[in-house]
């Protein structure tokens, strides 16, 4: 069974610091890796998404893509209340087979 | 631009019926998916389309689930005869193109609740 593990939370942290949320992927043949965003009755949104190996920044997020550790990482600096919502971390493959992680759950506390 | 558009967004049946979900995407999308979530199982790839046609319907948990995209505009996610473990949000999502790097916009859900 191919799988993406993420931790599941919650995850707490103050308004104003680093969020940190993580994933791991079974998958060695995955290429495209996706963080969605969904809050509490709602659709997944796209936050980032990432295929090659470092850091990619946008605005207050980052992504980390380590694929000989298989590691996904999504950094949210600057924390805010409205950030509050479970983070899901996705992997695809060439077959475009999409698989999702549980989901962290991030409490941001004003 | 209107997203994509999924109704009913709510359905409650009795187990043993038909249920039929449908799916609108995003106008100029060839690629559709179909997803269920619950809290049990998380998000879970159930079949997707490209150019109207069933690329992998791996995901499908029985045959008593079966979708259909008739054309570019629409899909249909059926489950004959329903059971309470049915009971999930289902959601459709399309994107551009057929290539792992395209992002995929989700449609609002469907929430189905078999009694």
């Known amino acids: 069974q191919k799988e993406v593990e993420q931790n599941s939370g919650p995850l707490s942290v103050p308004e104003g610091a680093i969020a940190s949320l993580n994933c791991t992927y079974s998958d060695r043949g995955s290429q495209s890796f996706f963080w969605y965003r969904q809050y509490s009755g709602k659709s997944p949104e796209l936050i980032m998404f990432?295929?090659?190996?470092g850091d990619k920044e946008d605005g207050r997020f980052t992504a980390q893509l380590n694929k000989a550790s298989q590691y996904v990482s999504l950094l949210i600096r600057d924390s805010q209340p409205s950030d509050s919502a479970t983070y899901l971390c996705?992997?695809?493959?060439?077959?475009?087979?999409?698989?999702f992680g549980a989901g962290t759950r991030l409490f941001v506390k004003a | 631009d209107a997203g994509v558009i999924q109704s009913p967004r709510h359905e409650v049946t009795e187990m043993g019926q038909e249920v039929t979900l449908r799916c609108k995407p995003i106008?100029?999308?060839?690629?559709l998916f179909w997803y269920r979530q619950t809290m049990m199982r998380g998000l879970e790839l159930l079949i997707y389309f490209n150019n109207n046609v069933p690329i992998d319907d791996s995901g499908m948990p029985e045959d008593r689930f079966s979708a259909k995209m008739p054309n570019a505009s629409f899909s249909t996610l059926k489950i004959q005869p329903s059971e309470p473990r049915d009971s999930a949000v289902y959601f459709c999502?399309?994107?551009?193109?057929?290539?792992?790097?395209?992002?995929?916009?989700f449609g609002p859900g469907t929430r189905l609740t078999v009694t």
């Open positions: 999502a399309s994107s551009l193109g057929f290539s792992p790097s395209y992002e995929q916009y």
């Open positions: 996705a992997a695809t493959t060439g077959g475009f087979k999409t698989i």
């Open positions: 990432i295929y090659s190996n």
């Open positions: 106008s100029g999308h060839n690629s």
